[in-house]
């Protein structure tokens, strides 16, 4: 249902482009349902048919793989930036960002490790300690892109693993108020992350400079009313949202479908979430129970930051909402992962 949804939404909301420019508007559609939402069925049917076992076997590479194919960005001759952001690799005849089989790995590795040292997890040496060093390490390769928002999803994945698997709540407590004091570093000395903080606080400070994708947003959402435009009726996705397609689909959506639509799109959300916890809760083993809890909290984290963000409950973050913004790596891995859930969900215990 969600990517029913996303499907049609991000079809709309790329109407803004077509206006704009036309080859770049095939384009995004060639990737997102083409190669993200073509090849991600594809991969979800070859992940329904593996035994999830597999990903045990080989997830310390998958996640060193992940780790390493992250840090080619940063190879000249292949990382490709925008923005200011050095987060894509580019093949030529496509283009790629490779953090998000970074998530993919941690969440497949971290799984591996907690079901591997089972109840010494409570132990400072086999839970957290581990832990910060997969954090570390991804912290460096991310921190230098920049890509702090991925770090941020990343972590707090990590986290709610750690707790799902028993880790006791002095040490939860202990790795959230060290995130806390790395995060308020991070802004301290950034002067981009500054700004967002700023605009989170007084959103009108700037409309036609920090604050002018919220303020686009928030005018998106609220014309929309109760029940919404009318489905590709938005306004705001022609030349006043930026990245209407991405960044700000939800406020298209909330403009199209109104209060009614944005917030059957939130339940369907907690629906998945729930749904997910349930498959997690009946997996045959530990392991599996463990990597099903990462992809729904993964998935669902995500979805909530972006919506968060356009709505100015938290600070502009560009996370992509799953199963409806542009981005076909990000469309393709998350089909892959469900595939994973699924071909569990064969095998839980009733």
Not at 23 to 43: A, K, R
Not at 276 to 290: H, K, Q, T, V, Y
Not at 310 to 339: D, E
Request: net charge positive; hydrophobic share 55%.
């Amino acid at each position: 249902m969600l990517l029913s949804v996303g499907v049609a939404i991000f079809v709309s909301a790329s109407l803004g482009i077509l206006a704009k420019n036309q080859q770049t508007f095939y384009s995004v559609l060639w990737s997102q349902l083409v190669l993200g939402l073509g090849l991600g069925l594809v991969g979800m049917y070859v992940c329904l048919k593996i035994n999830y076992k597999f990903w045990r076997n080989y997830s310390f590479l998958l996640f060193l793989g992940s780790i390493i194919l992250t840090a080619l960005v940063f190879v000249p001759s292949l990382g490709w930036s925008h923005g200011g952001a050095t987060r894509w690799i580019d093949l030529g005849f496509m283009r790629f960002q490779p953090v998000e089989f970074l998530k993919f790995g941690f969440v497949i590795y971290f799984a591996a490790w907690l079901s591997w040292v089972k109840h010494r997890v409570q132990d400072f040496r086999f839970g957290i300690l581990p832990f910060g060093i997969m954090i570390a390490i991804i912290a460096v390769v991310l921190f230098k892109q920049p890509d702090t928002k991925s770090f941020i999803l990343i972590a707090i994945t990590g986290v709610s693993m750690l707790f799902v698997s028993g880790v006791p709540m002095k040490y939860i407590f202990g790795v959230g108020f060290g995130f806390a004091l790395v995060l308020g570093a991070l802004v301290y000395f950034n002067p981009y992350l500054q700004e967002r903080v700023q605009t989170f606080i007084n959103p009108a400070q700037d409309a036609r400079g920090s604050s002018y994708q919220i303020q686009q947003s928030l005018i998106a959402l609220g014309s929309g009313g109760i029940f919404g435009r009318g489905f590709g009726q938005s306004v705001q996705k022609f030349s006043y949202l930026p990245e209407p397609q991405g960044d700000s689909i939800y406020a298209v959506l909330g403009e199209e479908l109104g209060f009614i639509g944005a917030i059957s799109v939130i339940f369907l959300y907690v629906l998945f979430l729930l749904r997910g916890f349930r498959i997690a809760n009946r997996a045959p083993d530990l392991f599996s129970g463990l990597m099903v809890s990462g992809i729904v909290i993964l998935i669902t984290v995500q979805s909530f930051m972006h919506i968060a963000s356009i709505t100015g409950v938290f600070p502009l973050t560009g996370v992509p909402l799953v199963f409806m913004s542009h981005g076909g790596t990000s469309l393709m891995i998350y089909l892959m992962a469900i595939g994973i859930v699924l071909n569990i969900s064969k095998f839980q215990k009733h």
